[in-house]
């Protein structure tokens, strides 16, 4: 059966400092692989997507993952944190067989 | 244009009953995802439905269940409710299924309590 893992439940930052919520996987076959925020009070958001292509997948607000094979991981980054970046982030994976599943979620905390 | 709405927004009720809960996408948006998320098991995967057809159900019991109309508008049953299925339920639509490269937009949820 697949899983996913973030393995940090909370990743403190400072404000304009880069910033990376891990993520790694356990899929047979081909990936798919997502990222969501959920902001207080604002719902769930997607962020970006890994379906197949550049291992590299840019998305909503300046993040960006990279998508590792022989690592199975999906790191979210960010060059530069934001104060309102903070918030809870998931990771998603999906088999070829349309099986979805998520991590636990990653508490983001920037601070000024 | 009008983002993902979700009817009711919040609902209370008891053991035993059933409830539906109404999702209209974005227009334009074919695909529509449901999702459960609890404090206890987190964000997980109820159905996708593309063109009114179920493509992919999520390891929930038959109690669940769902449509989508030809206008795209989704509806999710939860029958013989249960204290767990107290819980927010998040639909989000897209243009085409999840396997494509197009952005999913959520709704606001709907929060059931179940007592």
């Known amino acids: 059966a697949q899983s996913v893992a973030q393995p940090e439940d909370q990743v403190n930052v400072a404000e304009g400092n880069p910033l990376t919520v891990k993520c790694t996987y356990s899929?047979?076959?081909?990936?798919?692989l997502f990222w969501y925020v959920q902001y207080p009070n604002r719902g769930l958001q997607f962020l970006l997507k890994?379906?197949?292509?550049?291992?590299l997948v840019k998305g909503s607000y300046g993040f960006e993952a990279e998508f590792n094979k022989s690592q199975t991981s999906f790191h979210l980054k960010k060059p530069s944190a934001l104060v309102s970046d903070s918030a809870l982030y998931f990771c998603a994976v999906r088999d070829d067989n349309n099986d979805m599943r998520f991590g636990a979620g990653t508490r983001l905390t920037v601070k000024p | 244009k009008a983002g993902v709405t979700q009817t009711p927004r919040y609902l209370i009720k008891t053991r035993g009953q059933q409830v539906t809960l109404s999702c209209s996408p974005i227009s334009g948006h074919r695909s529509v995802s449901w999702y459960q998320q609890t404090p206890g098991q987190g964000l997980q995967f109820l159905f996708e439905?593309?063109?009114?057809?179920?493509?992919n159900k999520g390891n929930f019991p038959g109690r669940f269940s769902g449509r989508q109309f030809s206008n795209s508008r989704s509806e999710m049953n939860v029958s013989t409710l249960e204290l767990g299925d107290s819980a927010l339920y998040l639909c989000?639509?897209?243009?085409?299924?999840?396997?494509?490269?197009?952005?999913?937009?959520f709704g606001p949820g709907t929060r059931l309590l179940v007592l």
């Open positions: 899929v047979s076959g081909n990936p798919y």
């Open positions: 890994y379906i197949t292509g550049d291992n």
């Open positions: 989000a639509s897209s243009l085409a299924p999840l396997a494509g490269r197009e952005t999913q937009y």
């Open positions: 439905y593309f063109s009114e057809t179920q493509r």
